[in-house]
Every structure is written in structure tokens, then in C-alpha cells.
């Protein structure tokens, strides 16, 4: 599975920005596609989940009510989409894939198994 991320910048607090992640190759594994984003200097934290078939989410606390994540089947792709964002929020996101039932662990990055290549979010005070 190749994941391809875009739609990073640049914006004011308060704005909004949204985010795809287009997924290519053995799609048919996977059972659902998580963002994760990582701070200058800080670990790479989980923001959201969505699995492929029901669509059922989960967020981050950090980000409920602000950031809502979708996903168009046919496409193979998902969505970010932020809005009132915050200066906290800027990091790099990545895209991420996993082809396990997650229950507890979404929130852990070794259970994901393929990575996109991250696109700069970067949220001006």
C-alpha cells in the first residue's frame, strides 16, 4: 500500500485547512486509515481514525469538535478536514494505514502499517 499525502500550509488561527491522504496499491487489506502528527520536537501523537467499511471514527481529544475525518471508498481516499485551528496545531501530518481490527491501539503507531510521507501544517498565531 502506497499512501500519498497533500494539502498542508499555511494559515491563521481560527482558519481552516483540509487534508487527503490517497491510498494505492493492495488497498483491499486495509481496515481503516488513521492521521497522526508530530510537533517540532515532540512524539508523533494519533489525531483520528476512520475504518474503510462502516466509516466509524474516533478523534483525539485535542482535536473533537474541530476536525471531523472522511473517506470516499471508490477513491481510496481520506480526509482531514481542521477547522478553528489553533498555533498548537501546527506539526507535520502523516497518513497512516492499518489492516487490524484496532479496539484499544489505534492510538499506537506500530499498529499501523503503512506511512504516508507527511505534509506541513503550520497554524500562524
Known amino acids: 500500500v502506497q499512501l500519498q499525502a497533500s494539502g498542508g500550509g499555511l494559515v491563521q488561527a481560527g482558519g481552516s485547512l483540509g487534508l487527503s491522504c490517497a491510498a494505492s496499491?493492495?488497498?483491499?487489506?486495509?481496515?481503516?486509515m488513521g492521521w497522526f502528527r508530530q510537533a517540532p520536537g515532540k512524539e508523533r501523537e494519533f489525531v483520528s481514525i476512520i475504518t474503510w467499511r462502516a466509516g466509524r471514527t474516533i478523534y483525539a481529544d485535542s482535536v473533537k469538535g474541530r476536525f471531523t475525518i472522511s473517506r470516499v471508498n471508490a477513491k481510496n481516499t481520506v480526509y482531514l478536514q481542521m477547522n478553528s485551528l489553533e498555533p498548537e496545531d501546527t506539526a507535520v501530518y502523516y497518513c497512516?494505514?492499518?489492516?487490524?481490527?484496532?479496539?484499544?491501539?489505534?492510538?499506537?503507531?506500530?499498529?499501523?502499517?503503512?506511512w504516508g510521507q507527511g505534509t506541513l501544517v503550520t497554524v500562524s498565531s
Open positions: 496499491g493492495r488497498t483491499f487489506s486495509a481496515y481503516a
Open positions: 497512516a494505514s492499518t489492516s487490524k481490527l484496532l479496539i484499544y491501539t489505534y492510538e499506537s503507531k506500530s499498529e499501523y502499517d503503512y
